[in-house]
């Protein structure tokens, strides 16, 4: 399918379609809550902080302005370094503060000349964010204003008493650098709506700022006035963003590496018939989606435990109050549109949408630029836009998304300056039961790219994809149904491309409540970042809008462990406890093996040490390998023997060629299986067996020497150690998963990198992420909770697995992963008063009149 061939033959069919479907809106006037106090009385803010083991600060306020200050300034205390780099780049300064590329601070000289820095500031500017947070800050809720105002108090509070002297042991790595400075309102807005566009617009980053409508070098962006001695700065960026452009590759957006998991369990699942939630984000281990605990009050209004994304104003993303609990997992859903654009046949700056011209624009925008030596440049550049998002293109040899004189393309995004995050949360953390709850996703937008998985004291569960999915007419989901075109496309692409020459398939908005998926049970609900049809098969859902992803389609690897383990891992009444659920979500079990072992085993002893051929010119005796999987005991462990092994293999193993029996939907949580007796498995094995041993370690390593975690301290101090890490990988059909991957923000904080080992037979870099050291975690499980709903309350056990701060000055930097790495499971969370007050390690009044 060629995508310059988009223009579809719709005629007649298009126009009975808009007869027979409307587009359902929902028109539910917001549900009136309980009076809450917003701004702090008379101006005065006050937050009541008592730190528990581990650093966990529960918070105490009277009004939302004051939590949220009490919030901020604890967040900073424990991450001053990631708020400050969000606001740096939500508001494109990462330039003027790091230079145009990414900055190795270990160094102080960029790691490599990959234009990260500069793509970035200038392709925010494209999205508008800033504007959109000027526009917008005047119409935010009352609620909403009164969290931003009082974050960004608590925020500059934290400065101002860095300035003074007041705070203890700020970060060394950034108090006081010049790129940390006070904030305002808007500024905070702004980072709030970087995050709305991380699922959508967010990804198409490089092909913004590569959009153009000429066909050399115009989207270089200029200095604005040129000296002598910057000519050799400018021709290196030149170069480098030639090189780079190059090399552009179309985004994933859904990457199914990546996500979490989430059960909610109910009465008939339960051994007390009260609810119990499960919630294991697999997330970045630092940068801008690093997760934070804390406890927050407002008396008779909020009682919230859990964990939120560093940043958050006094909200609790994921976690239980004293009634109810959820969990999010990244939604399958698309959260954009890109539309192939008709162009005037005589003008490269207008398009037709039903035979109307319509006019893209361009617009000249600055970022400063650090040449080095603190020599601050401006360059300029155009961006170019419609009236409903920025253009996007990529080179020419890196077609289809050119910009011609017949097509081009843009990208809109539904999450685009959406308001209703804060509200939402603020809603959720308030409610009291299922439907309150419920009523939450009727009367906001807010849940950005999540799935939502609930359970409540009185045994409920409740899934929904409520994530801002664009709103597109009944006519326009039933041709992504049904038009073999857009269904090749999206197959091709890996997401949606629609033509931008017909309204049709125009969208302003979310799609309405009506139309999301939901469910409710007294068993349960999960997800593994599968689509909504699994959320329990004894209940498919289906018929959904396209853009939720895929019905009856294949199930991961990690999506079937997890419902293999909600029928055995239960004990003999299939029914669990607080103690078997917390156990189960650490127990570090992994699928592949589970399904392939014993019959590859017996391969294994049929092959003895007759070498294995894995390229025309290298063959494998597999008896190591083979001796090290007769060790395995079954799970990823620190002292599992041959774990590494299994890792390599997993990441080489072919599920559509290596089972014989295939997937089939009727029983989807069981196919495929049966490993394949052609010797391809085998063939993996020895690939893997050679791959590890050529990286320098055995195959019968137990994991732990392998996978580790590191935590640098600065000069002075301790050194960095390297932690054992138990855990699997998703690629293994591990539940407890972690990798490799950088998150693009991770190298802003000093740590080690390593060069990848190489694949034996092509040479490339290892897809596990292995070194010469191992495999250095920095992504994967992160903020891990359960929570049980007793007679006395709610019980519940957790664990932050990379510690609740990046500061490394701080006990908190490192407590919680030496936990982890020495035990390899939960620890009790302290929600009562007489658990605060027995687990109280500080307390601090804070308080501003402003």
């Known amino acids: 399918m060629e995508f310059n061939k988009l223009k579809l033959a719709m005629g007649i069919a298009i126009t009975s379609m808009l007869a027979a479907c409307g587009s359902d809106s929902d028109s539910t006037p917001p549900t009136p809550v309980n ?74 000289l960029p790691a490599q000349a990959d234009n990260a820095n500069i793509i970035s500031d200038f392709a925010y500017k494209a999205l508008k964010i800033r504007e959109l947070a000027e526009q917008k800050l ?42 940390v400075q006070p904030i305002t309102d808007v500024d905070y807005l702004t980072y709030v709506f970087s995050i709305t566009v991380l699922p959508g617009a967010a990804n198409f980053l490089d092909l913004i700022f590569f959009a153009n409508p000429g066909d050399g070098d115009e989207y270089l962006p200029r200095p604005v006035a040129v000296v002598p001695q910057q000519a050799d700065f400018v021709a290196q960026l030149a170069k480098s963003l030639k090189a780079g452009m190059a090399s552009l590759t179309t985004p994933e957006p859904n990457q199914s590496e990546l996500g979490s998991n989430g059960w909610g369990l109910g009465r008939d699942k339960t051994e007390n018939g009260r609810g119990m939630v499960l919630g294991n984000p697999h997330f970045p281990h630092t940068g801008n989606l690093r997760f934070w605990q804390s ?37 399958t859903a698309e959260h954009f549109v890109v539309y192939q654009l008709t162009l005037d046949s005589t003008d490269r700056m207008r398009y037709l949408v039903d035979g109307k011209a319509h006019h893209i624009t361009k617009e000249r925008v600055t970022v400063n630029v650090n040449m080095g030596n603190n020599t601050i440049v401006p360059f300029e550049k155009d961006i170019y836009l419609t009236n409903n998002g920025p253009m996007m293109e990529a080179p020419p040899a890196k077609a289809p998304f050119g910009w011609d004189d017949s097509h081009a393309f843009m990208v809109q995004d539904v999450n685009m ?122 209940q498919p859902l289906s018929y959904y809008s396209p853009m939720y992803g895929e019905e009856a389609g294949q199930l991961s690897l990690r999506t079937r462990l997890g419902l293999k383990m909600m029928e055995d891992a239960a004990g003999s009444d299939k029914k669990f406890n607080l103690d078997e659920l917390s156990a189960m979500l650490t127990n570090n079990r992994v699928l592949l093996p589970e399904l392939v072992l014993t019959d590859l085993l017996s391969q294994c002893h049929a092959q003895g040490s007759e070498p294995v051929q894995i390229s025309d010119s290298k063959s494998i005796d597999i008896t190591g390998a083979c001796i090290a999987l007769q060790q395995w005991n079954g799970a990823q462990h620190n002292h599992s ?70 935590r640098s301290r600065p000069e002075g101090t301790a050194s960095g150690h390297k932690l054992p890490w138990p ?94 790495s020495e035990y390899g499971k939960l620890r009790p969370l302290l929600y009562t008063e007489d658990e605060i007050t027995a687990g109280q390690i500080s307390h601090m009044m804070l308080e501003k009149q402003q």
Request: net charge negative; proline share 6%; with cysteine.
């Open 138 to 179: 005047p119409l935010m809720s009352e609620n909403s204003r009164a969290m931003i105002s009082g974050f960004v108090h608590g925020y500059n509070q934290y400065l101002a008493d860095i300035t003074a002297a007041k705070a203890e042991n700020p970060d060394p790595f950034c108090a006081g650098k010049p790129w």
């Open 417 to 538: 300056g959406n308001m209703d995050p804060l509200d939402h949360w603020l809603a959720m953390n308030r409610a009291t039961d299922l439907a309150s709850f419920k009523q939450t996703f009727v009367d906001y937008d807010g849940m950005i790219f999540n799935n939502t998985m609930y359970a409540d004291k009185a045994g409920n569960t409740f899934y929904i994809d409520d994530s801002a999915v664009p709103g597109l007419s009944d006519a326009a989901v039933v041709l992504l149904r049904t038009s073999p075109e857009l269904k090749a496309l999206r197959e091709q692409a890996g997401f949606t491309i629609l033509p931008g020459d017909t309204a049709l398939f125009n969208f302003d908005g979310a799609t309405p409540h009506n139309l999301v998926p939901k469910l409710e049970r007294s068993d349960f609900v999960q997800n593994s970042n599968d689509s909504f049809w699994s959320t329990n098969l004894a």
């Open 295 to 331: 406890h927050t009050q407002i008396p008779g209004h909020i009682n919230m435990m859990g964990g939120s994304l560093v940043g958050m104003p006094g909200l609790v993303n994921i976690g239980f109050n004293e009634a109810l609990a959820w969990t999010h997992t990244f939604s």
């Open 641 to 710: 023997i041959g774990g590494a092994l299994i890792r390599e293999f997993a990441l080489l193993f072919d599920e559509k060629t290596m089972f014989v029996v295939p997937f089939d939907p009727a029983n989807a949580a069981t196919t495929p299986h049966t490993l394949n007796p052609d010797g391809s498995a085998l063939v993996a094995l020895a690939r893997a067996y050679a791959n590890l041993t050529e990286a320098g370690f055995s195959a019968d390593a137990p994991l732990g020497d392998v996978q580790f975690v590191e």
């Open 727 to 820: 855990g699997s990988h998703h690629e293994e059909g591990g539940f407890n998963v972690y990798a490799t991957w950088l998150s693009g923000d991770d190298t802003l904080i000093p740590q080690h990198t390593y060069p990848s080992s190489l694949d034996v037979v092509d040479n490339k870099p290892l897809a596990s992420g292995l070194t010469a050291e191992g495999y250095p975690i920095r992504y994967g499980s992160s903020w891990m909770f359960v929570v049980g709903f007793t007679d006395t309350g709610p019980k519940a056990e957790g664990i932050l697995t990379y510690s609740q701060s990046t500061n490394p000055w701080r006990p908190e930097f490192t407590d919680q992963s030496e936990f982890y």
């Open 35 to 108: 009076q809450l106090t917003t701004f702090a009385p008379d101006g005065l803010l006050q937050a009541d902080i008592r730190r528990t083991t581990y650093g966990v600060p529960h918070i105490k306020a009277n009004n939302l302005e004051s939590l949220a200050f009490g919030s901020s300034y604890a967040q900073a205390q424990d991450n001053l370094c990631i708020l400050a780099d969000g606001f740096v780049k939500a508001n494109s300064q990462r330039s003027q503060y790091f230079g145009p590329h990414t900055l190795d601070f270990t160094t102080g």
